[in-house]
């Protein structure tokens, strides 16, 4: 499925294996990892569609069915069950309805949704017909060609997703060195953790595309070195130096700059007072090429937290209207968000995706990775 501007694929729980260890085996041969291609699998060689969701009936009180997402590596054997994606989230009530899982309400209805990884909550409302959901309408978002039916996601209270924590080491920025100079960086931790940065502290103007950031090898150092302080100020990590082998995609890492113009990769040209921020977000160690919707969230949470280097830079409202400048175009959330000292509250952090389904059916898995007797 195509779940907003990510990929990947979307399985029931009862039919991937108990074990830990044979489930990641299978994932990864799904994806024909490792491999920089992916040639042998499903994976795209882009971090944006090497991931998968896990779907089941849940037994909450709370919720209609469980969800857990998994980043895929690309050129490494590991699947990160770490964090959650807004976007795959976006795919969730989809296939609640169309697995059966919970029962179609015409026009809309609502799913409730467990995300196991940060032990959240969150809501879709999707568009039925019938039973089945609607695809088609009139919304697009930037990054995905034409439109479809819209997909309301609703994180309501997502702080602390990981580490429990809006504010993972209690300060709105911490301070740390790079390349000899002093660089402040804010951590937050809103749905998904993320490392925020002036873009200009990293050599940044911030209106760079993908291609112009992959292609500086220099620049993508000083990215992962603010990324390794983080992980190991959040506890992800004793040593800066292991941050990408063991923790290669959390915390994700955005440079932020000041409103202003420039030209998306779609020739778009994206006017200063259409956006409330500039950012660039990076994605296992690649330039995302348009924003992760929990990155969308946390930098609109963020942005509205006194004394964040986000804060420093946005533009705010007391809507919680905030719209974000990225490769692709814009991307806009709606956060409530109460910060007084150290008690922050999120009332509200939610966000418009569209999905598509593209494919039902089975995946082959060679005998020797899980045999073909199982049940």
């Not at 998994?70 to 795959?88: K, L, S, Y």
């Not at 804010?186 to 050599?203: E, H, L, M, Y």
Request: proline residues 5%.
């Amino acid at each position: 499925m195509r779940a907003g501007t990510s990929r990947g694929a979307f399985v029931l729980g009862r039919h991937l294996p108990e074990d830990p260890e044979l489930r990641d085996r299978v994932v990864l041969t799904i994806y024909g990892s490792p491999d920089p291609r992916q040639i042998n699998g499903i994976g795209g060689g882009d971090a944006l569609t090497s991931k998968i969701a896990v779907v089941e009936r849940s037994n909450r009180a709370d919720a209609d069915v469980d969800y857990t997402f998994g980043q895929v590596g690309i050129d490494q054997a590991q699947v990160f069950w770490v964090g959650n994606c807004g976007n795959m989230s976006a795919g969730v009530g989809v296939v609640a309805v169309e697995e059966g899982l919970v029962p179609a309400v015409e026009p809309e209805t609502t799913v409730r949704i467990y995300n196991t990884n940060t032990d959240k909550v969150l809501t879709a409302i999707v568009r039925v017909d019938g039973r089945h959901i609607v695809e088609s309408g009139d919304t697009a978002i930037a990054g995905v060609p034409g439109t479809a039916a819209p997909i309301l996601l609703d994180f309501g209270e997502c702080g602390g997703a990981v580490t429990g924590k809006t504010l993972p080491t209690g300060n709105p920025t911490d301070t740390m060195t790079l390349d000899g100079r002093s660089v402040l960086v804010s951590i937050v931790d809103a749905a998904t953790p993320f490392v925020f940065v002036r873009a200009s502290d990293v050599g940044m103007t911030g209106d760079e595309l993908p291609g112009q950031i992959d292609a500086d090898a220099d620049l993508l150092r000083r990215l992962e070195e603010v990324r390794s302080f983080a992980a190991r100020a959040i506890g992800l990590v004793t040593e800066n130096q292991v941050a990408r082998e063991v923790s290669p995609s959390i915390p994700r890492v955005v440079a932020v700059s000041e409103p202003t113009g420039y030209t998306a990769t779609t020739a778009e040209c994206v006017a200063a007072e259409d956006i409330d921020i500039l950012a660039r977000q990076m994605a296992m160690q690649k330039t995302h090429k348009t924003f992760a919707v929990t990155g969308t969230l946390c930098t609109a949470v963020a942005a509205y937290i006194p004394g964040t280097v986000v804060n420093d830079v946005a533009r705010t409202n007391e809507t919680g209207s905030f719209r974000l400048g990225h490769p692709g175009g814009v991307i806009e959330a709606r956060v409530g968000v109460r910060a007084g000292g150290d008690d922050i509250r999120i009332d509200r952090a939610a966000i418009v995706r569209t999905a598509r389904t593209l494919m039902i059916g089975d995946v082959c898995i060679p005998a020797e990775i899980w045999p073909a007797d199982r049940t």
